[in-house]
């Protein structure tokens, strides 16, 4: 039981690049998350899904998108990388609201 | 989020009691989470409060909920040098967790 898992660890992009972060959980959750961390700001909700076929925006989704491909998978989009999307990203998944799991997370630099 | 606040650092010494204070605005979020995060690390949930409770304890851990005040605190007994972690506190809503921007704690020997 792996929990939930990212792909890839590191990235590092030029301005105007696109990639698709990767995130899976294998417990069987309804609900996932992407989050975004930057120094002195906490996590800030990008997306989430509360169930398969279903994605919603949370507090800062502009220049992102995300597709839930399945009930396993979670998958973060950026189209046209910035570098005010230098931040660490992570993946969060949870069956009802008292918890959620989080994902080791992905260093992701936009030069 | 702006809407949970915390203090961004706190040095205690090895052994001593710590405790991490979280003010929160929304006075409809159902449970109250405290996470912890290591370096490099993810998030770990360390504890979670129901909103109708005013205290949890949990071995060195105990959250006391002041729902008036909307005050959430964190205190760690016996503070080792494996507790040096950045912590947050978080309110939920509607599934969505909302959280502060974590307080560093250091413990010095």
């Known amino acids: 039981n792996a929990g939930v898992t990212q792909t890839p660890k590191f990235q590092v992009l030029k301005t105007g690049q696109s990639m698709t972060l990767q995130c899976a959980q294998d417990?069987?959750?309804?609900?996932m998350y992407w989050y975004r961390q930057d120094p002195g700001m906490g996590l800030r909700l990008i997306y989430y899904?509360?169930?398969?076929?279903?994605?919603d925006k949370g507090e800062v989704p502009n220049g992102y998108n995300v597709s839930r491909l399945n009930k396993r998978e979670f998958s973060l989009r950026l189209e046209s990388a910035a570098p005010s999307q230098t931040s660490v990203y992570f993946c969060?998944?949870?069956?009802?609201?008292?918890?959620?799991?989080f994902g080791p997370g992905t260093r992701l630099t936009v030069l | 989020g702006e809407d949970v606040e915390q203090s961004l650092f706190l040095s205690v010494r090895e052994g001593d009691s710590s405790v991490i204070n979280c003010t929160y605005t929304?006075?409809?979020?159902?449970?109250l989470y405290w996470y912890k995060q290591e370096p490099g690390a993810g998030l770990q949930l360390l504890t979670y409060?129901?909103?109708?409770?005013d205290m949890k304890q949990d071995q060195r851990l105990t959250v006391l909920l002041n729902k008036k005040d909307k005050h959430l605190s964190l205190r760690i007994a016996d503070t080792q040098t494996g507790d040096s972690a950045i912590y947050f506190c978080?309110?939920?809503?509607?599934?969505?967790?909302?959280f502060g921007a974590g307080t560093t704690v250091t413990v010095r020997a």
């Open positions: 409060i129901f909103s109708n409770m």
């Open positions: 417990m069987n959750h309804n609900s």
């Open positions: 969060a998944s949870s069956e009802s609201e008292v918890l959620q799991f």
């Open positions: 929304d006075s409809s979020s159902t449970y």
């Open positions: 978080a309110d939920e809503r509607d599934y969505k967790l909302s």
């Open positions: 899904s509360a169930s398969e076929g279903t994605t």
